[in-house]
């Protein structure tokens, strides 16, 4: 047990030589009070000496971390900042403590989190570590701050606040113990009182009648640690070279005079005795988690000191770490795209999409859906599809559907799958260009803001060259299904449309049923055979036979043509196709409509097949496997040149001064690591 107060004191050496004071919260024992409450007297006691400055107004500007080391003989004092120099005359380690108190606070009144560390050497004293802060005040004095309140506030709180401090609260007993200004403080971060010990000073000084025995057993203010009286020496005591050794023989009597029945635990020797212990369990319970603490700091900061890396001394050096980033950086983008990254979550984690997946959901969902909406007739109304054929036919009149009013027609649909299929590569594009800047959060990179930089840009400018190579290959798939209408396309049931069309037309509509004759004409005419040519008759007969066509084909009427005479006609003036398309249709303008309806619809099915297939092939061929078989080679030649390898790999200057810092707190933690560990077990 009595190596746990040295062990902490040698902690506390190492991480304040280092400048790393605040990196572990070390149990320590914080000395808090307002201005006059006795916290300088009590110290004085503790040490037996007269070593702390006096005066009126804030005189204790800084913390002052007091160690106390018992020794068999000698008494002498040290200053960490002061390099070993010994103090045998206190009155010397008074003057060092005012003038290193105005170096750190310059001129006035200003205070500072900045610590002296004190360490005192007697054989009166026990082992133990004090810190010894600024007394609270409300109303700034003379040149002080004028929110010398608040700087204090946070000053006490900065220090009390971590749960490896004891609070030693002192309150004067000649003044309102509710309206205490430790005491409250004291409670806003330790309600339970749990590492709370209260002092009341003064005691001495409290008005005849009155008795202090209710504080004393904690029924005023109930305080767990307890509550310890003290009676220090007055100003006329200081002024008159009363000594510490007087002092405390006068607070014993004070005590077996006044508080018989506690005297035994009141007085500065019994406070003392009682920080110790107090100290010295509240490390037993502290050191485990310390230990712990100070394990896991360790690898955290190794771990960052390699991402840091190490300092690159010279040209080759360069040179390779500029070839490696290379390498990881296109390695990281191949990864990411096929899926192979590597990177492993917790089952707790929302597994996200690799960029591999995300543009097989473009391709498939985002793309897919929009070609599939989009209706084979869309935008097509009947009156525009007869126009179409009307327009074909021209002045000759048809006998079937024009090919050239199908081919008009089916190509304006091909055209609307256009815009879906360009856009489709847009947002490929977008994508890798997130999996660019994704890529670019490894470590070979993250040393190096320019080299960053330069790969973003020269990656970025080869993915914009391939957008323009693969849009417009897209454009030429698109052209090359409105370059020639395969009727003939294996998918294509142009015969089979066609006769089922007529034989839906029929059943719809009133009209007599297609002969043989006129069915065969029929298929033949959508197998592609231009022949228009009707039946011969015999060459036996003499007189012409009734023609059996149906009129809504348009083909001949059903007459007797050796009985036609000729009737004078007059022609009324020609309607203009908007007037003849706009009229009700005839039921061989309805039927011609239907056909194109059908075959259209057919054929886009064939095309939209095609077209949905052919666009993600061509996207991954001229886009994304290009940009994972080139990035390599092109980063290698826009920056691999010998005047870019210096300027590229120039580091920023935090990142430098964050080496340096990381590398002063893992020395500062392996010290403390190496000290503590020499604390046995059975300590605990």
């Known amino acids: 047990m009595d190596t746990l107060i040295p062990t902490i004191n040698q902690l506390q050496d190492v991480l304040h030589t280092l400048g790393e004071e605040e990196l572990i919260e070390l149990p320590q024992i914080v000395v808090v009070g307002s201005q006059s409450s006795g916290k300088s007297s009590i110290l004085e006691n503790i040490v037996g000496k007269d070593f702390l400055p006096r005066g009126t107004g804030i005189v204790t500007r ?9 020794t068999t003989n000698g008494e002498w004092a040290t200053f960490q900042h002061a390099d070993g120099k010994v103090f045998k005359d206190f009155e010397q380690v008074r003057a060092e403590i005012e003038a290193q108190t105005s170096q750190i606070t310059g001129p006035g009144k200003a205070i500072s989190k900045t610590a002296i560390h004190l360490r005192i050497h007697s054989p009166r004293v026990v082992n133990l570590t004090l810190v010894d802060l600024p007394g609270l005040t409300k109303v700034p004095v003379g040149d002080q701050p ?96 009363k000594t510490i050794e007087d002092a405390l023989a006068a607070e014993k009597q004070f005590f077996q005079r006044h508080y018989p029945s506690m005297a035994s635990r009141c007085g500065c020797a019994y406070l003392a005795k009682t920080l110790h212990h107090l100290l010295l369990h509240h490390i037993r319970e502290c050191l485990p988690k310390l230990k712990q603490r100070i394990k896991t700091m360790q690898v955290q900061t190794q771990d960052r000191l390699e991402q840091l890396g190490q300092p690159l001394s010279d040209t080759a050096i360069k040179s390779g770490a500029l070839l490696n980033a290379i390498n990881r950086f296109a390695d990281a983008v191949k990864a990411s795209i096929r899926g192979t990254s590597g990177t492993t979550f917790t089952s707790e984690d929302k597994l996200p999409l ?66 879906p299929s360009l856009l489709c590569a847009e947002l490929v594009q977008d994508e890798l260009g997130k999996v660019l800047r994704e890529c670019l959060s490894i470590q070979e990179l993250s040393r190096f803001d320019k080299l960053r930089e330069a790969v973003l840009k020269t990656s970025q400018d080869y993915l914009l060259q391939r957008g323009p190579e693969t849009l417009t290959f897209i454009r030429n798939l698109i052209r090359i299904e409105l370059g020639y209408i395969n009727t003939s396309h294996p998918d294509f049931g142009g015969t089979a449309t066609i ?10 509509t009133a009209l007599p049923p297609l002969d043989e004759t006129a069915l065969s004409a029929l298929t033949a005419r959508g197998n592609g055979e231009m022949t228009t040519s009707t039946p011969q008759p015999a060459a036996t007969e003499t007189k012409r036979p009734f023609r059996m066509w149906p009129p809504y084909l348009g083909i001949g009427t059903n007459v007797d043509t050796s009985k036609t005479e000729a009737v004078p006609v007059e022609l009324d ?95 500062a933690l392996n010290a403390a690591a190496s000290i503590v560990s020499k604390v046995s077990v059975e300590t605990f």
């Open 573 to 667: 003036e020609c309607p203009s196709l908007e007037e003849s398309t706009l009229k009700d249709m005839s039921p061989h303008a309805k039927m011609q409509v239907s056909v194109v309806q059908d075959l259209v619809t057919n054929y886009f099915e064939v095309v939209r097949k095609r077209v949905r297939d052919s666009v993600p092939k061509s996207v991954m061929t001229f886009m994304v496997n290009q940009l994972q078989e080139d990035i390599h080679s092109e980063l290698v030649k826009t920056l691999y040149e010998p005047e870019k390898i210096e300027s590229l790999l120039e580091e920023d200057a935090g990142l430098v001064d964050e080496r340096k810092a990381a590398h002063s707190k893992l020395t």
């Open 499 to 508: 006769v089922e069309s007529f034989k839906s037309h029929e059943q719809n």
């Open 62 to 70: 800084v913390p002052l971390v007091l160690q106390l080391v018992q």
């Open 146 to 241: 004028k929110d010398i309140e608040q700087q204090l506030r946070e000053l006490v709180l900065h220090y009390i606040s971590s749960p490896n401090s004891l609070i030693l609260a002192v309150s004067p007993a000649n003044a309102d113990l509710a309206n205490s200004d430790a005491i409250k403080i004291a409670r806003e971060v330790d309600p339970s009182g749990r590492r709370t010990l209260a002092i009341v000073t003064k005691l001495d000084l409290m008005d005849r009648g009155t008795d202090a025995t209710d504080i004393l057993l904690g029924k005023v203010i109930p305080v767990k640690l307890g509550i310890i009286g003290i009676v220090n020496r007055s100003q006329y005591d200081i002024d008159h070279e």
């Open 354 to 419: 690799s960029a591999g997946a995300r543009i097989y959901d473009i391709f498939h969902r985002s793309f897919g859906r929009e070609v599939e909406a989009i209706h084979a007739l869309a935008g097509l109304d009947d009156n525009t599809i007869l126009e179409e054929i009307y327009n074909a036919a021209g002045p000759r009149p048809s006998l079937f559907v024009p090919e050239s009013a199908f081919e008009a027609v089916a190509k304006r649909q091909i055209r609307k799958l256009e815009a």
